[in-house]
Each structure stands twice: as structure tokens, then as C-alpha cells.
């Protein structure tokens, strides 16, 4: 049997990683300033972590949904405090996709209606409803068309309330920081008035914070730069630092219904032993504070560099905007200077998500190594 090949694929095959480096059958390291997709936020190889999963994989890796696990009551519990919010409740599944399919379906039942808002650029996963409130044709399928979304401007409001005045929208969903449409901040007023307008119509405010959250932006959630409290949050990425696992944070206004939702893996004894280890690293390195600081020092240094059109940043969640495609940038960081980074689906935005733990070090090597792929572009 053939591999179902659906990805365009780099060279470089990883098969050993250790904190901010992965390296390939030769021992030959790679900075990993892409983080297998945002995914990797306490490092690679983490010893807690490492060591979390074996002690639970040899106590009892899994068992149904059927029975109590107080290791989902133990993961919320942490989720809540170290995020700051406390009073909501967790759904647990295994991907983000399904995080935002669970949310959006909580939305609809919650509401009885099933109209969503979305917006330009967005990307919420590829399962039925969340690629429905994707902004790309391409990637859905008819069978994902099956209830109305709106895509509305970044940032435009008035139209926004127009289509929320008319009664029949059950969700608005928005990334916390749009991650593969180009590293677009939300600001702060933004989404205060969305929240409010939210409020005002009776319409779920989902916060997709897949991509964003996890301590990538400096806060835990990204739309922690606001006082604002979404009723649904969604979270997957980092969360599991590569253990597949997701979740929803439903607020406490929302009441659960027996079998509304459901999984047969979400929430299971190994996922919640990586998700506790995660939180246990972000808290006791500080991860956040380094998040920002590292972030800091990147930009600056970015802002110098030759080409550069604009840097958008918020803690390690970075795009950076050249004047040309960025394409041969990426495969000359890849290839010669052995950096891997992220690409966005505007060609001249490149998107660096490194671990959360680098060092000045990593972040001091990866601004030399982009200084010396970027005069030698011409001859990749
Ligand atoms: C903002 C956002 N939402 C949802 C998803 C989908 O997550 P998954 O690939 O785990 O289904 C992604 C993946 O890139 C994402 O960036």
C-alpha cells in the first residue's frame, strides 16, 4: 500500500528532537523556528515531559469515556488556573479542528440556529463545519457546505452588526491571532466591540486559540491583550507539545446536556498526562515572560533586516512580511542555513513559531542566520 500523499513535503527528514532543535538521520541539527506548525511549546524531548507520558503509559495509557478520570479533572483544574480562567469548563477531543467543530455545534444548540460569521483569511481546521467557516474554496468539499457563513473585513464592524441585527446567526469564530493568513493582530478595541456586539444579539463568540494560545503570544490566550471573556475558547497545538489532544472551554453560562458531545479518545489518561506535563513547564519556566521577551528581541532585530516590508508579532507568534515572495527564503534557511520555518498563505509573509523555551542563543543564531540566507537569495 501507497501513503494517501496529500502534502507537499520538505527534504529533511527529522528523527530526533531536543528543545529547540530537531535533527535528521546524521546528527545534522535544525533550528526549529517552525515548531512542526505551533505545535511544539515547551521544546522538544522535555524531560517532565518525556517522563509524564512513560509513567502513565505503563500505569493505564487509556479507558473509555464511560468511567471517572481524574486526570481530566486534574487537567482542567490547571488549564483554569494558569490560564486565569478559572470559572469555565473543558471538553476535551484530540485535534483543533474538532475543537472548533465541537464549538461550533455547542454554539448551535445553545442558540437553535445555525448562521456563522467568519472572517477573511480565516483557517479553523478541515472536518465538516469548521472548514465551512474557512476562508478557502479550495479546501471544502460539497458536503461542507451545509449551513451559511458570512466571511466579513478584519476589523469592520459595521456590516458585522448588520448581519448579527437580523436574528439568525448562532456563532462569530475568530482566531486570536490569525495564524496561516499572515500573522494579522487583532487590536484590543476590535475585539472589545465584537465581544460586545456578541453580547448585545445573543450570538457565541467562539476565540480560536489553537494556534494562538498556549503562551505563543506572551498572554496565555492571545485575546488576553483584552478584558473580554469569549463564551467558547478553542485550543489544541500546543497544548499536547505533539500529543494529539484539544479542547473546549465552554463558559460557565453554557450547561452541559448528557451526550450533547461526545469522544471515544478525547481526554484520555495519556493525552491528559501530556497536557498536565505542558501546563506543569509553561508555569514553572516562566514560558510566557520568555515568550515575550524572546518575541521582543526578534522583532527588533527583524525590523533591521534588508527587504523587510513589515513585522507582525505578539510574544513568539511571528510574521514577517519581506517585499518579495518569501518562498526561496524559507528553502535557503532550510537548506543551507538548516532553519526550519513557516510558511502563510500570503506569499511574501514568512511565519516563525519557535519553542517557547529558546534561549538568546537560539534567538541571537537564528537572526544571524537569516542575515546571511537574505543577500544570498538570488543564487537559490
Ligand atoms: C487557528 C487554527 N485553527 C484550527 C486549526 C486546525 O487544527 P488541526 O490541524 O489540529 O485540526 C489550525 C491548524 O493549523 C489553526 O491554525
Given at each position: 500500500?501507497?501513503?494517501?500523499e496529500?502534502?507537499?513535503?520538505?527534504?529533511?527528514?527529522?528523527v530526533?528532537?531536543?528543545?529547540?532543535?530537531?535533527?535528521?538521520?546524521n546528527?545534522?541539527?535544525?533550528l526549529?523556528?517552525?515548531?512542526?506548525?505551533?505545535?511544539?511549546?515547551?521544546?522538544?524531548?522535555?524531560?517532565?515531559?518525556?517522563?509524564?507520558?512513560?509513567?502513565?503509559?505503563?500505569?493505564?495509557?487509556?479507558y473509555s469515556?464511560?468511567?471517572?478520570?481524574?486526570l481530566?479533572?486534574e487537567?482542567?483544574?490547571?488549564?483554569?488556573s494558569?490560564?486565569?480562567?478559572?470559572?469555565?469548563?473543558?471538553?476535551?477531543?484530540n485535534?483543533?479542528?474538532?475543537?472548533?467543530?465541537?464549538?461550533?455545534?455547542?454554539?448551535?444548540?445553545?442558540?437553535?440556529?445555525?448562521?456563522?460569521?467568519?472572517?477573511e483569511?480565516?483557517?479553523?481546521?478541515?472536518t465538516?463545519?469548521?472548514?465551512?467557516?474557512?476562508d478557502?474554496?479550495?479546501?471544502?468539499?460539497?458536503?461542507?457546505?451545509?449551513?451559511?457563513?458570512?466571511?466579513?473585513?478584519w476589523?469592520?464592524?459595521?456590516?458585522?452588526?448588520v448581519s448579527?441585527?437580523?436574528?439568525?446567526?448562532c456563532?462569530?469564530?475568530?482566531?486570536?491571532?490569525?495564524?496561516?493568513?499572515?500573522?494579522?493582530?487583532?487590536?484590543?478595541?476590535?475585539?472589545?466591540?465584537?465581544?460586545?456586539?456578541?453580547k448585545?444579539?445573543?450570538?457565541?463568540?467562539?476565540l480560536?486559540?489553537?494556534?494562538s494560545?498556549?503562551?505563543?503570544?506572551g498572554?496565555?490566550?492571545?485575546?488576553?491583550?483584552?478584558?473580554?471573556?469569549?463564551?467558547?475558547?478553542?485550543?489544541?497545538?500546543?497544548?499536547?507539545?505533539?500529543?494529539p489532544?484539544?479542547?473546549v472551554?465552554?463558559?460557565s453560562?453554557?450547561q452541559?446536556?448528557p451526550?450533547?458531545?461526545?469522544?471515544?479518545?478525547?481526554?484520555?489518561?495519556l493525552?491528559?498526562?501530556?497536557?498536565?506535563?505542558?501546563?506543569?513547564?509553561?508555569?514553572?519556566?516562566?514560558?510566557?515572560?520568555?515568550a515575550?521577551?524572546?518575541?521582543?528581541?526578534?522583532?527588533?532585530?527583524?525590523?533591521?533586516?534588508?527587504?523587510?516590508k513589515?513585522?507582525?508579532a505578539?510574544?513568539?507568534m511571528?510574521?514577517?512580511?519581506?517585499?518579495?515572495?518569501?518562498?526561496n527564503?524559507?528553502k535557503?534557511?532550510?537548506?543551507?542555513?538548516?532553519?526550519?520555518?513557516?510558511?502563510?498563505?500570503?506569499p511574501?509573509?514568512?511565519r516563525?513559531?519557535?519553542?517557547?523555551?529558546?534561549?538568546?542563543?537560539?534567538?541571537?543564531?537564528?537572526?544571524?542566520?537569516?542575515k546571511?540566507?537574505?543577500?544570498k537569495?538570488?543564487?537559490?
Open positions: 500500500m501507497n501513503f494517501f496529500v502534502y507537499a513535503r520538505y527534504e529533511v527528514e527529522p530526533y528532537g531536543k528543545g529547540a532543535y530537531v535533527f535528521d538521520k546528527g545534522t541539527p535544525y526549529d523556528f517552525y515548531g512542526g506548525h505551533a505545535v511544539i511549546s515547551i521544546g522538544h524531548g522535555h524531560p517532565h515531559y518525556i517522563q509524564r507520558i512513560q509513567d502513565q503509559l505503563h500505569q493505564l495509557p487509556f469515556n464511560a468511567v471517572p478520570n481524574r481530566q479533572d487537567l482542567a483544574e490547571k488549564l483554569g494558569v490560564s486565569g480562567l478559572e470559572s469555565y469548563q473543558l471538553f476535551l477531543c485535534s483543533g479542528a474538532e475543537a472548533n467543530e465541537n464549538a461550533l455545534k455547542l454554539a448551535s444548540f445553545q442558540t437553535g440556529k445555525k448562521k456563522v460569521i467568519a472572517f483569511k480565516a483557517f479553523h481546521g478541515r465538516s463545519a469548521a472548514v465551512n467557516v474557512t478557502n474554496a479550495k479546501i471544502q468539499a460539497p458536503i461542507n457546505q451545509t449551513f451559511e457563513v458570512e466571511f466579513h473585513a476589523g469592520a464592524l459595521d456590516a458585522l452588526e448579527l441585527s437580523k436574528g439568525d446567526v456563532a462569530v469564530i475568530i482566531e486570536g491571532i490569525q495564524g496561516i493568513g499572515g500573522v494579522h493582530i487583532p487590536v484590543p478595541d476590535f475585539l472589545r466591540k465584537l465581544a460586545a456586539l456578541c448585545q444579539y445573543e450570538v457565541l463568540l467562539i480560536d486559540e489553537i494556534q494560545g498556549y503562551g505563543r503570544s498572554h496565555f490566550f492571545a485575546f488576553q491583550q483584552t478584558e473580554i471573556q469569549p463564551d467558547l475558547v478553542t485550543v489544541a497545538k500546543g497544548m499536547g507539545n505533539g500529543f489532544i484539544g479542547g472551554l465552554v463558559h453560562d453554557i452541559p446536556v451526550s450533547m458531545l461526545g469522544s471515544t479518545f478525547g481526554g484520555s489518561h493525552a491528559c498526562s501530556a497536557g498536565l506535563a505542558v501546563l506543569e513547564v509553561i508555569k514553572e519556566e516562566n514560558l510566557l515572560h520568555n515575550q521577551v524572546q518575541g521582543a528581541k526578534l522583532v527588533d532585530a527583524l525590523q533591521q533586516l534588508e527587504g523587510v513589515e513585522v507582525r505578539m510574544g513568539l511571528i510574521g514577517l512580511e519581506m517585499a518579495y515572495n518569501t518562498a527564503l524559507r535557503h534557511l532550510l537548506y543551507e542555513q538548516q532553519v526550519f520555518t513557516g510558511s502563510a498563505s500570503c511574501n509573509t514568512l516563525l513559531l519557535p519553542p517557547l523555551t529558546i534561549t538568546d542563543e537560539e534567538t541571537n543564531l537564528f537572526i544571524e542566520k537569516i546571511l540566507a537574505i543577500p537569495l538570488e543564487v537559490v
